[in-house]
């Protein structure tokens, strides 16, 4: 069976929210059924197929074609099947997603990954602002699962991260891990400032020497034990993180952030 | 049935059901991971008043241990599932938790979950963190050479203990030789341990006993120096006898250990002064596993 293919016609002027078409959502539903569903765009509700040019039937597996920066919520509480989007994603891509794969081969609006539970999301581009975190007014972001930014990533990253793990081959913005309760962020690139902002606990895992905020204490060198089973569990991945050179187990460890409870620590490769 | 002038009596062992896991340690280099387990180990002969039976299994290469260190795996076997998770919650306390450089790993799936160092964590004064990874939960207790690193929970499984099998020979250096050479072949047999000092024991119990008090004593039908006053199992020319005990994880896993145990010792012979091969079972009361020599040898 192909995948089921839905590419899009034309870029309308409002904001499309995407949430009905998920796999679980579309399971045992006919070609037809799919054409008929409507969609929030702004005030508007519009058909399935006149946004989209529908080919293929496999359900369980979801191409997007021709997507844009205005298409939100894809892949909202994906529950099993592999999503596979072409171009850019507006807002709240994977927000809340249960299980399954999304891969974004573009650019991902504010809030991918929010209160995402399980499952594997990946963004061939850059991620903006608030990846993996919660919803404003939110105590918990991202609880679980793997997010990997092949690009960049905007501010905020892993804001209330609960557990699971954020993967950034790029940079990251302003306040990464900021009010982090527990979980693990890797940045290759370069971080912000503010890095770790009222951070409870959890991991910040850098390749390069942040701006350390001063409400984190310089804890000294060591060689940590889980180091090499965290990146054994990257083996598989079709990522930078991956590569055995960029695995380490010697770091620089700070305590932080001591303004809030202290148990979160940035951990920097030496 | 004679091998190479050794008997081998028409007889069985007699094992029973318990409950087993396995745990890797792991450490800076195996001299360090084979002190931790061997104090894991320790004084775990026997269910009777140890509470377990545990023995290391084998020594494990870098290549095959979670943490990419030199590591030893070890098994734990005890009558029940709440016994089992108590002995091996105190030993990973007090004798991995504080041995230098040691980490802890479950060695064995199951549905079956019981703790390793899930409360081991609490050492950490709330300072541990925890790390989930591929699925498994880790905690990351700080300590003083560093940080001790612990899966959450280990796999139990059911197992059979209690395969045994008797040297019968004319000295005890004999006997004891003999032993020696059983053993080193059965410590080639994966998922068995021989639980006793250096996997021997020369102290065979019978259930019960003149002493109400006491749920098992002396075997004297194989003691030597009673074979004029009691009820003997041994012919004159015996003077030693040495036990090996088994536990393993399957039937079959002790089936293995027995045979290559027995022929090690078939293959001294008479000429080295063995006489017999016998094995220790309670008429077939005791437990639903029977191990009768003569098949395991055919």
């Known amino acids: 069976m192909s995948a089921l293919t839905l590419t899009l016609k034309s870029h309308p002027a409002q904001r499309v929210d995407m949430s009905p078409l998920t796999c679980n959502k579309l399971k045992d539903l006919t070609l037809a059924e799919i054409a008929a569903i409507t969609l929030q765009n702004g005030k508007a509700k519009i058909r ?41 994603v507006g807002a709240y891509c994977a927000i809340g997603m249960k299980t399954g794969a999304i891969t974004v081969n573009g650019n991902a609006g504010i809030f ?68 982090m309760t527990a979980g693990t962020i890797a940045v290759m690139g370069q971080v912000g400032n503010h890095l770790g902002y009222a951070m409870r606990r959890g991991t910040l895992l850098l390749w390069n020497q942040p701006k350390i905020p001063a409400t984190f204490n310089d804890c000294g060198t060591h060689t940590l034990a889980f180091l090499p089973l965290l990146f054994a569990s990257f083996k598989s991945l079709n990522s930078k993180f991956a590569d055995s050179a960029a695995a380490f187990n010697r770091v620089q460890r700070f305590g932080g952030d001591m303004a809030e409870m202290g148990r979160g620590e940035v951990l920097i490769k030496i | 049935m004679i091998i190479n002038g050794v008997v ?16 890797i340690i792991t450490a800076q280099n195996e001299k360090w991971a084979m002190i931790s387990a061997q104090a894991m180990t320790g004084f775990a002969t026997s269910v009777i008043a140890c509470g377990c039976e545990a023995g290391i299994e084998r020594t494990l290469t870098p290549e095959e241990t979670p943490d990419g260190r030199p590591g030893v795996a070890i098994l734990i076997f005890a009558m029940g599932g709440k016994g089992l998770a108590k002995q091996l919650e105190t030993r990973a306390g007090q004798c991995v938790l504080t041995s230098p450089t040691s980490a802890l790993f479950a060695g064995i799936d199951s549905d079956i979950a019981i703790p390793l160092g899930k409360n081991l964590r609490y050492f950490g004064d709330g300072f541990q963190i925890s790390k989930l990874i591929g699925g498994k939960r880790y905690w990351r207790v700080p300590v003083m050479d560093g940080e001790f690193l612990t899966e959450a929970t280990t796999g139990q499984v059911n197992a059979v203990g209690g395969g045994n099998f008797l040297v019968l020979a004319q000295s005890q250096p004999q006997a004891l030789a003999a032993c020696e050479a059983a053993i080193e072949e059965m410590r080639k047999i994966p998922n068995v341990i021989m639980p006793f000092p250096g996997g021997v024991v020369r102290s065979g119990s019978k259930v019960g006993s003149k002493y109400k008090s006491l749920g098992a004593s002396t075997n004297d039908a194989f003691c030597p120096t009673l074979k004029g006053i009691t009820k003997t199992d ?30 090690a010792v078939c293959a001294l012979g008479a000429d080295a002064g063995i006489k017999r091969i016998s094995a220790g079972n309670y008429g077939g009361k005791l437990g639903p596993f029977h191990f009768h020599l003569q098949e395991i040898l055919a």
């Open chain 1, 112 to 179: 991918a990954a929010c209160e995402m539970k399980k499952g594997f999301l990946t963004i061939n581009g850059n991620a903006g602002d608030f990846l993996g975190g919660a919803l404003p007014g939110n105590k918990m972001g991202m609880k679980g699962g793997t997010v990997l930014v092949k690009g960049n990533a905007g501010e905020r990253v892993g804001d209330h991260l609960r557990r699971g793990v954020i993967l950034i081959e790029g940079n990251a913005g302003d306040y990464c891990g900021s009010r």
């Open chain 1, 48 to 88: 399935v197929d006149e946004l989209f040019a529908i080919s293929g039937e496999d359900t369980q597996n979801l191409l997007i074609k021709n997507s844009f920066e205005k298409l939100d919520f894809i892949g909202k509480e994906l529950d099993g099947g592999t999503m596979t989007v072409e171009g850019d």
């Open chain 2, 8 to 23: 081998i009596d028409k007889t069985f062992a007699e094992a029973f059901p318990m409950k087993a896991t396995r745990a």
């Open chain 2, 234 to 263: 041994l012919s004159p020319d015996i003077e030693s006898v040495m036990e090996i005990v088994i536990d393993g994880l399957s039937k079959e896993d002790i089936d293995k250990a027995m045979r290559v145990g027995m022929q």
